[in-house]
């Protein structure tokens, strides 16, 4: 937190930085494991669901790149605060990972942010965005993860210590904070608009980095994407992307923007770091029309004066 925030503000936010900080995407380990099995989809839903993966960065939180951990098998410590919490498995494994989830526990995770066992998902697995993705984008991610190789691994406890550990607190964040989806679109935009609205919202959910919070963890709708704090180690600010023209990317054109989504190259000749350099990773395997529709979007937004980039 930075240093001119007094102790209640920090004690409340605190609280909220907590609730966001696991990565409990999927499968809590400990979880009743489910029987029901999905039948067989068409071929294509497995090359769909991972040109979606890939827009959604599943791979960077649940991969422990940095000490060499099995793709998807989970294990990426999150840095905060108040201790280390440990990305989950989300390989096809089906003791560890979610092998053994139905397509309606995978629809109820990404929609509603409830396990099969029905324990609340902490926010900080984007749920609240992606519970705006359509019921066929959600299930052909689900294809996606399970025609790849299942991981025996088991899921690592979350190196925190009571309160921050309690799931029951998550109940009140989403009274005030969730609502569920999907999106619905504006029959008033274009289609491209509409198109960039979905990406940007629920499958990409760049809001969840890009838009300041509460002290209790939620979105500031109010000021969405005009900036975002990032917790941990060396914390960095999420940059302003709305086209403010002097905190945000006002100065950007479309094609500054698509172009960035492709390569990680700014405006101004520069390459971004880490995190957004992973982000970046799947969006350049997006289609040009997809970075485009993200670029159009972005630059309609109203213009905020929040935190500069």
């Not at 397509?103 to 609340?120: K, N, Q, T, V, W």
């Not at 890009?210 to 002290?215: E, G, I, N, S, V």
């Not at 479309?254 to 405006?267: K, N, Q, R, V, Y």
Request: charged share 20%; proline share 9%; hydrophobic share 40%.
């Amino acid at each position: 937190m930075r240093e001119h925030l007094g102790p209640l503000h920090r004690l409340g936010a605190a609280l909220g930085f907590a609730l966001l900080a696991t990565v409990a995407a999927c499968n809590t380990g400990d979880d009743p494991k489910p029987t029901a099995r999905a039948a067989p989809r068409d071929p294509d839903a497995v090359k769909r669901g991972e040109y979606l993966f890939n827009a959604a960065n599943c791979a960077g939180c649940h991969t422990d790149s940095a000490h060499g951990g099995a793709r998807l098998a989970g294990g990426r410590a999150v840095e905060t605060p108040f201790g280390a919490y440990l990305s989950r498995n989300i390989t096809p494994d089906p003791t560890y990972g979610i092998g053994a989830w139905s397509d309606e526990d995978f629809l109820r995770a990404l929609r509603r942010g409830i396990s099969p066992g029905g324990a609340h998902y902490f926010p900080a697995f984007p749920f609240p965005a992606f519970t705006g993705m359509t019921g066929r984008d959600i299930l052909d991610i689900k294809a996606y993860l399970f025609a790849q190789a299942p991981v025996p691994q088991p899921n690592k406890p979350h190196q925190v210590g009571f309160p921050f550990d309690m799931r029951m607190s998550v109940v009140l964040w989403r009274a005030l904070y969730f609502s569920p989806g999907p999106l619905a679109s504006d029959p008033t935009k274009s289609a491209e608009w509409n198109r960039g609205a979905y990406l940007v919202n629920a499958v990409a959910h760049c809001g969840e980095c890009h838009t300041p919070r509460t002290a209790l963890g939620g979105v500031e709708t109010d000021r969405a994407f005009s900036g975002g704090e990032l917790s941990g180690p060396g914390a960095k600010l999420a940059p302003n992307i709305t086209p403010d023209p002097a905190k945000g990317i006002g100065a950007w054109s479309p094609d500054d923007i698509a172009a960035f989504l492709e390569s990680g190259m700014t405006a101004k000749g520069d390459f971004v770091a880490a995190p957004m350099s992973e982000v970046v990773e799947g969006t350049a395997k997006l289609s040009a029309a997809d970075r485009r529709a993200i670029a159009v979007y972005l630059k309609a937004l109203r213009p905020i004066p929040g935190s500069g980039s």
